[in-house]
T-cell receptor, first 116, second 112 residues
Framework: EAGVVQSPRYKIIEKKQPVAFWCNPI?????LYWYRQNLGQGPELLIR????????DSQLPKDRFSAERLKGVDSTLKIQPAELGDSAVYLC??????????????FGPGTRLTVT | AQSVTQLDSQVPVFEEAPVELRCNYS??????LFWYVQYPNQGLQLLLK??????LVKGINGFEAEFNKSQTSFHLRKPSVHISDTAEYFC??????????FGRGTSLIVHP
């Protein structure tokens, strides 16, 4: 089966510009996650979707970040406007199971964002 | 709240030597535990998982981990490492919140 697909792989923008990341999860995976991974750190959850519903978004900086998963399949994460501190790798993951076994996730390759 | 501590930020080892990467967790409820590997410029890949049953879990690439409830640990081991095992390794726990929490990672560096 195809893995989690993310695009673009790399993005360089100036601060205050908008940016968007796209993710297509593994077919049949209803749960989708967006993580941010800062250099030398583990992934930190930004938002989790169950189908098209955002069920965990407490860590999403809602003043500048937004996400959508309109048809419960692919998803877009947007930052507007970007700040220097947003430079990181943005990872998308999906899982088939729910509950505590959600830790069994499948990750995409990530988008490395550099804000200058 | 749950948390994960990976005690070593970097572990250097020679090829064909054994290695142990340490992970301790805290949680007020029973947990599921995971180890992921991340190669340069790639996403995370699941190495192994503990959900229930036998406390010794075997994963891919010859890795195994042992769940120790009394010590709240889930250390990762491999009896003989290869150059290709050089990567970042992340321990993760999911418990009452159902959202996995990741450790900061341990960089395994295998020298020839």
């Amino acid at each position: 089966e195809a893995g989690v697909v993310q695009s673009p792989r790399y993005k360089i923008i100036e601060k205050k510009q908008p940016v968007a990341f796209w993710c297509n999860p593994i077919s049949g995976h209803n749960t989708l996650y967006w993580y941010r991974q800062n250099l030398g750190q583990g992934p930190e959850l930004l938002i989790r979707y169950e189908n098209e519903e955002a069920v965990d978004d407490s860590q999403l900086p809602k003043d500048r970040f937004s996400a959508e998963r309109l048809k419960g399949v692919d998803s877009t994460l947007k930052i507007q406007p970007a700040e220097l501190g947003d430079s990181a790798v943005y990872l998308c993951a999906s899982s088939r199971v729910s509950g505590r076994a959600m830790g069994e996730q499948y990750f995409g390759p990530g988008t490395r964002l550099t804000v200058t | 709240a749950q948390s994960v501590t990976q005690l070593d930020s970097q572990v250097p080892v020679f090829e064909e030597a054994p290695v142990e990467l340490r992970c301790n967790y805290s949680s007020s409820v029973s947990v599921y535990l995971f180890w992921y590997v991340q190669y340069p410029n790639q996403g995370l890949q699941l190495l192994l998982k503990y959900l229930s049953g036998s406390t010794l879990v075997k994963g891919i690439n010859g890795f195994e981990a042992e769940f120790n409830k009394s010590q709240t640990s889930f250390h990762l081991r491999k009896p003989s490492v290869h150059i290709s095992d050089t990567a970042e390794y992340f321990c993760a726990v999911s418990g009452g919140s159902y959202i996995p929490t990741f450790g900061r990672g341990t960089s395994l560096i295998v020298h020839p």
